[in-house]
């Protein structure tokens, strides 16, 4: 079953079209992976998805429901978290809250008040508070739970997204190029939480990446992105093998 489909989208600015009539899904419990040279649209098409732009034309849905033109809280109430290509946390407050702050979707009381400790939102904080320990487990940085954020190394603070993202309770969740700046070591490590993130706790992932080495390694499914269009959607091996992914993509690479 496709969980996001994307039909006809089309996005421009001014004169500049920056997305031609895209078409693609996401089958639930995937992992499939967006690439394209620099400039291709693939931010702009997680931009389309998450309610930041809105396009001029065709449809978006998350489980069957329309989700095209929502604002932000909306789509992310519906099931849909992000982490950015340039990390994004509040760097002044630790760990934790960090983590915690992921959830503010879906609290009834609203996070500033739990992090305030106000007394008649005292059990919601607990709830809260356990399940953004149990995120920073999963990622494997809960030993820093009571650090500062920006304190963390560059990879933690990755790692550290993408348990935000997931305090989210999403139902797909989109990382913008995940293994950017991170070390060998350190993108082993991520196709491991990439993979335990479909595997234990069912979310489906869609990711922009330019690391050839893991996307092959991880997606099930690459669609490519070439000029704002839409050049190939396939298995990795197709996709490869694809001439004129081989010509927009790989080629300038080499
Ligand atoms: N808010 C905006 N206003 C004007 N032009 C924009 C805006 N956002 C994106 N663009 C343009 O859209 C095109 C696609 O950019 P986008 O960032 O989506 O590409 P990308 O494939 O994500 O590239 P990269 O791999 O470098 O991140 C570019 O020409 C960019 O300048």
Redesign the pocket.
């Known amino acids: 079953m496709a969980l996001l489909k994307v039909r006809d989208l089309r996005l421009s ?1 001014g004169g ?1 079209k ?1 997305l031609h009539d895209i078409s693609f899904s996401v089958e639930k419990g995937a992992i499939n992976s967006l690439i ?1 040279p ?8 997680f931009n389309c998805l998450t309610g930041f732009y809105k396009p001029k034309g065709g449809s978006i849905s998350l489980g069957g429901r329309p989700i095209t033109g929502l604002p932000p809280h909306r789509i992310t109430a519906l099931g849909l978290a992000r982490t950015f ?1 340039n990390i994004r946390l509040f760097k002044e407050m630790t760990v934790l809250e960090n983590a915690m702050s992921g959830q503010h979707c879906r609290s009834r009381h609203g996070i500033v008040s739990a992090i305030l400790h106000l007394p008649a939102q005292r059990r919601e904080e607990e709830a809260i508070r356990a399940a953004g320990m149990r995120w920073l487990d999963f990622v494997g940085i809960q030993q820093h739970a009571h650090r500062r954020a920006g304190g963390l190394s560059y990879g933690d603070q990755r790692r550290l997204e993408l348990a935000r993202a997931l305090a989210s309770a999403p139902e797909l969740i989109l990382l913008d190029e995940p293994a950017a700046g991170l070390n060998e070591r350190e993108k082993l490590d991520l196709v491991h939480l990439i993979r335990r993130i479909r595997d234990e706790t069912g979310v489906t992932v869609l990711l ?1 990446e ?1 690391d050839m080495g893991l996307v092959m390694q991880v997606s099930e499914k690459i669609v490519v ?1 070439d000029y ?1 269009q839409k050049i190939a959607d396939g298995p990795p091996e197709a996709v490869r093998a694809d001439p004129r992914v081989i010509e927009a993509y790989l080629g300038t690479e080499e």
């Open positions: 600015f500049l920056v394209g620099n400039g291709a649209g693939k931010t702009s098409l290509q922009i330019h992105f704002g």
